[in-house]
């Protein structure tokens, strides 16, 4: 299976502010994912990141707020610009490997106050 | 757009009784996901269904496929507390095996 590491696992940011969360995994993928999902919600796919390309967006979410880094094979970071409250959320993210199952990191939780 | 339903959102059960989790969706697919979720905890992987009739078990719990009705269970057999969690089941659009539209979960209480 692939190991997953996101940092950082929680943080609580001011409004107005940006973080960074990074994701990194054990070994060479193709295509990265970041997910959100908001208190007591579902799961919803932000954007895939393929190396060597700009990040592929999903209705609703935009460059500007979420800028998105895949640097190498193994590693991706996603940025929440501007937080506001409605940001609060827990963000994960997923790749795909040569193995059928889509494995997660832990996530991490945001909270903007 | 893929469009996963699930059902029941919300499942309070005792121990010892049998219940299934619905799971249909929209558009065509090779594979489904299911997926446990602990409160404050990621996504542990639980199943992942290949293709049509496919079923899986583990444990107390066991997960099929049926491809034609566009449609995936979970059964939970004799519950215990211990199951207590959210599950989502998923499926990939096309075209993209990993690219997931999840359902909207079920928050499994079990009672002693």
């Known amino acids: 299976s692939a190991v997953i590491s996101q940092k950082p696992s929680r943080d609580i940011c001011q409004r107005g502010t940006s973080l960074t969360i990074q994701c990194q995994v054990d070994?060479?993928?193709?295509?990265m994912f970041w997910y959100r999902q908001q208190p007591g919600q579902s799961l919803t796919l932000i954007a895939t990141?393929?190396?060597?390309?700009?990040?592929?967006?999903e209705s609703g979410f935009v460059i500007d707020k979420f800028p998105i880094s895949r640097p190498n094979l193994t590693f991706s970071t996603l940025t929440v610009s501007n937080m506001s409250p409605e940001d609060s959320s827990i963000y994960l993210c997923?790749?795909?490997?040569?193995?059928?199952?889509?494995?997660f990191g832990q996530g991490t939780r945001l909270t903007v106050v | 757009e893929l469009k996963v339903e699930q059902n029941p959102l919300f499942l309070s059960m005792q121990e010892g009784k049998n219940y299934t989790i619905y799971c249909n969706y929209s558009?065509?697919?090779?594979?489904l996901y299911w997926y446990r979720q602990d409160p404050g905890k990621s996504l542990e992987s639980l199943f992942v269904?290949?293709?049509?009739?496919a079923v899986k078990q583990e444990g107390r719990l066991m997960a099929s496929l049926d491809t034609k009705a566009r449609l995936s269970t979970l059964h939970i057999t004799a519950a215990v507390h211990d199951l207590s969690a959210t599950y989502f089941c998923?499926?990939?659009?096309?075209?993209?095996?990993?690219?997931?539209?999840f359902g909207s979960g079920t928050q499994l209480t079990v009672l002693p």
């Open positions: 997923s790749v795909e490997t040569r193995y059928p199952e889509a494995f």
């Open positions: 070994s060479q993928v193709t295509m």
């Open positions: 990141a393929n190396q060597g390309s700009e990040a592929t967006y």
């Open positions: 558009t065509t697919s090779d594979r």
């Open positions: 269904l290949l293709s049509n009739g």
């Open positions: 998923a499926a990939p659009r096309s075209g993209s095996a990993r690219q997931l539209t």
